[in-house]
Nanobody
Framework: QVQLVESGGGLVQAGGSLRLSCTASGRTFSSYTMGWFRQPPGKERDFVAAITWSGGSIYYADSVKGRFTMSRDNAKNTVYLQMNSLKPEDTAVYYC???????????????????WGQGTQVTVSS
């Protein structure tokens, strides 16, 4: 069992930055691919970024590539999402998720993840 807790959300002006954190409980955190998804108001939850267990592969949605950076610290059971040059369309609830044996395109689908956090709100004002 893995429990995930996100933090770091808030209100920021367009062009600003935020760093989200997701801390996991459980001794097997380092075995999991970790993903970030987001859900704007009234819309579906979409893929943002994912990182494999070793950090050797990182994947991004086209909409955030070049602006967002995902990383992980297995010693701290934590993954991060550094978000720069934020835009109003980045406004959403951001969720982290954990799944086993995910890589490539499988990291982009919600169904591949076994555990989800409660989400953290990010609001970007224009």
């Amino acid at each position: 069992q893995v429990q995930l807790v996100e933090s770091g959300g808030g209100l920021v002006q367009a062009g600003g930055s935020l760093r989200l954190s997701c801390t996991a409980s459980g001794r097997t955190f380092s075995s999991y691919t970790m993903g970030w998804f987001r859900q704007p108001p009234g819309k579906e939850r979409d893929f943002v970024a994912a990182i494999t267990w070793s950090g050797g592969s990182i994947y991004y949605a086209d909409s955030v590539k070049g602006r967002f950076t995902m990383s992980r610290d297995n010693a701290k059971n934590t993954v991060y999402l550094q978000m720069n040059s934020l835009k109003p369309e980045d406004t959403a609830v951001y969720y982290c998720a954990a799944g086993l044996s995910l890589g490539g395109w499988s990291t982009r689908t919600r169904t591949g993840y076994d555990y989800w956090g409660q989400g953290t709100q990010v609001t970007v004002s224009s």
